[in-house]
């Protein structure tokens, strides 16, 4: 089975801080994304990788980055939290390889983060 | 933006078949139609996908008329287990050129009642 991994479930902190999220996929998978998802809005793409060291933005970047050294690996980013970052994150991975094939996405648990 | 639009709740009863249609105008040829369950404080889950006519799986099934600008996701039987937000994507999921298809609307939030 394809497991996507984060680093915390719960994670509390605060306002100005630098947070990392961390999210390990285990199959190999070259595209990884990082959503954040609040009551109303649905999920939101903040980001994307499909490649090492390769990312590219989504609907919602602003406030955030991204960082791939490894393609296991694809960690968000906020620079400066702030209470509007309270949120659902949540990071997935697939295996599109081109243009016209359509893939299944395979998420983490997600992490919910309190901005206080 | 979003590419698809489908109702934001529906009720229904254990036992009941329960259909959710989606609405996709623009859809293109390249593009796949793909569903996804979401529980409560987890990652959304993949369901169905299709491309044209009929898909069944052990989960559910999935109708797409000839001219592919809507769907309907269809759950047989339903139980309070089934009680969950039900997302509707299209696209090819590619992303090396953009986010086609990885955009997630607000989903249609299915309740079960007894």
């Known amino acids: 089975d394809v497991k996507v991994t984060q680093s915390s479930r719960y994670l509390v902190k605060r306002t100005g801080e630098k947070v990392f999220l961390e999210c390990v996929q285990d199959m190999d998978h070259e595209n990884m994304f990082w959503y954040r998802q609040d009551p109303g809005l649905g999920l939101r793409l903040i980001y994307f990788?499909?490649?090492?060291?390769?990312?590219e933005k989504g609907d919602i970047p602003e406030g955030y980055s991204v960082s791939r050294e490894k393609k296991e690996r694809f960690s968000l980013i906020l620079e400066s939290a702030s209470t509007n970052q309270t949120s659902m994150y949540l990071c997935?991975?697939?295996?599109?390889?081109?243009?016209?094939?359509?893939?299944?996405?395979?998420f983490g648990p997600g992490t919910r983060l309190t901005v206080t | 933006l979003a590419k698809t639009t489908q109702p934001i709740s529906m009720d229904s009863y254990e036992g009941q078949e329960v259909n959710i249609t989606c609405s996709h105008n623009?859809?293109?040829?390249?593009?796949?139609i793909t569903w996804y369950q979401q529980f409560p404080s987890q990652g959304p889950r993949f369901i169905i996908q299709?491309?044209?006519t009929k898909v069944t799986n052990e989960v559910a099934s999935l109708f797409i008329p000839a001219d592919r600008k809507s769907s309907t996701l269809s759950l047989p039987r339903v139980s309070l287990s089934d009680t969950a937000v039900y997302y509707c994507l299209v696209g090819d999921g590619y992303s090396g050129g953009g986010a086609d298809g990885l955009t997630f609307g607000k989903g249609t939030h299915l309740i079960i009642q007894p």
């Open positions: 299709g491309y044209k």
């Open positions: 990788s499909y490649d090492v060291k390769m990312k």
């Open positions: 623009n859809i293109a040829t390249n593009d796949y």
């Open positions: 997935a991975s697939n295996r599109c390889r081109g243009p016209g094939l359509a893939c299944e996405q395979y």
